[in-house]
């Protein structure tokens, strides 16, 4: 089963998280996004400055982690969270500029995913940033706030985002300072992505020191990603997936 797409558009990667599901965070999906990832870091090595754009097809750009496929087993649930672990670490070691087009429902993991790249730009008349764990019941491990702190730069509104689980739209996002740009459409919010993309290319910028320089940046996440302190908490996640 398919469940991303890579084009190519001049020095863009455009990945597609494919199908009208909620594409929910499991080890099949983040699997299939990281090789997607290893495919466009082997075939940019021949450009100077290339840009990745993520993006999704229908409701939802990801409806955070498959906490119904785990269940309530151990193993499942940490190995959920390492692959996810990972692909933030593949994200802030990218050689290239991120943007994260959303066109749907960005909740959770998938907000965290989206906010994993360097730029988000969203859709106005459909979809929402929501960290949905104060209302499902579950803690937010200390790696998501790492990364939530290091975006959000505002506490008001971090506390809003986690304490409040504020589902705030595009335009809230811009207003607040999270979300770059906002636009009209899906399509619009992916030709918006493109266009931030080819403006970033054009710098001409050195992959690697690009590569550096964010992992400099954002250290205080890559310092979290070794351990999820959460995980172990089967009867909350047996919780929350009954809610779901």
């Known amino acids: 089963m398919c469940m991303c797409?890579?084009?190519k558009k001049g020095n863009l990667f455009i990945l597609t998280l494919t199908g009208e599901d909620e594409h929910r965070l499991n080890p099949t999906r983040i699997d299939a996004i990281r090789s997607a990832l290893n495919r466009i870091r082997s075939d940019?090595?021949?450009?100077?400055c290339s840009a990745l754009i993520t993006t999704a097809q229908g409701k939802f750009f990801s409806n955070g982690?498959?906490?119904?496929w785990a269940g309530s087993s151990p193993d499942k649930i940490r190995l959920m969270s390492s692959k996810l672990r990972a692909l933030v670490a593949d994200l802030i070691s990218f050689p290239m500029p991120t943007i994260a087009a959303v066109t749907g429902h960005a909740c959770a993991g998938g907000f965290i995913l989206a906010f994993s790249?360097?730029?988000v730009v969203m859709r106005k008349d459909r979809g929402f940033l929501y960290m949905s764990?104060?209302?499902i019941g579950l803690k937010i491990p200390a790696w998501f706030m790492a990364l939530i702190s290091c975006k959000i730069g505002d506490p008001v509104v971090?506390?809003?985002v986690v304490l409040k689980a504020k589902k705030l739209t595009a335009e809230q996002g811009v207003k607040r300072g999270i979300?770059?740009?906002a636009y009209d459409s899906a399509e619009e919010t992916v030709k918006g992505a493109i266009e931030l993309g080819e403006k970033l290319t054009q710098k001409g910028w050195n992959k690697q020191v690009y590569s550096e320089n964010r992992k400099q940046l954002y250290k205080e996440i890559l310092d979290q990603l070794g351990v999820d302190e959460t995980t172990d908490d089967l009867n909350k996640v047996s919780i929350a997936a009954s809610k779901l």
Do not use: F, N
């Not at 940019?44 to 100077?48: A, E, K, N, Y």
């Not at 982690?65 to 119904?68: G, S």
């Open 5 to 7: 797409t890579v084009e």
């Open 44 to 48: 940019s090595t021949s450009h100077s």
């Open 65 to 68: 982690y498959d906490l119904a």
């Open 117 to 119: 790249h360097d730029y």
């Open 133 to 135: 764990e104060m209302d």
């Open 158 to 160: 971090r506390r809003e």
């Open 179 to 181: 979300v770059d740009a």
